[in-house]
Nanobody
Framework: QVQLVESGGGLVQAGGSLRLSCAAS????????MGWFRQAPGKEREFVAV???????TYGDAVRGRFTITRDNAKNTVYLQMNSLKPEDTAVYYC?????????????????WGQGTQVTVSS
């Protein structure tokens, strides 16, 4: 069992930056792929980024070049650095963990989810 707790959300102006953190419980964190998704009101949950156990990453088209996902296996934590934020980045951001060596990008491929943290970007 893995428990995930996100933090770092908040209100920021367009063009600003935020860093989200996701702290995971469990001794096998390093063997999981870790991902970030987001869901805006009235929209489906959207893939943001994923990082494999080895540190390889993949990004969604909407955030590539602006967001960076990293992980610190010693701290059981994954991060999402968000730069050049836009109002359309406003959403609840969720951390997720997948028992795989790959880089999944679909909701159904992830086994554990956090409760989410709100990010609001004002124009």
């Amino acid at each position: 069992q893995v428990q995930l707790v996100e933090s770092g959300g908040g209100l920021v102006q367009a063009g600003g930056s935020l860093r989200l953190s996701c702290a995971a419980s469990g001794r096998t964190f390093s063997s999981y792929a870790m991902g970030w998704f987001r869901q805006a009101p009235g929209k489906e949950r959207e893939f943001v980024a994923v990082i494999s156990w080895s540190g390889a990453s993949t990004y969604g088209d909407a955030v590539r070049g602006r967001f960076t996902i990293t992980r610190d296996n010693a701290k059981n934590t994954v991060y999402l650095q968000m730069n050049s934020l836009k109002p359309e980045d406003t959403a609840v951001y969720y951390c997720a963990a997948a028992r795989t060596l790959g880089r999944p990008s679909r909701n159904s491929e992830f086994d554990y989810w956090g409760q989410g943290t709100q990010v609001t970007v004002s124009s």
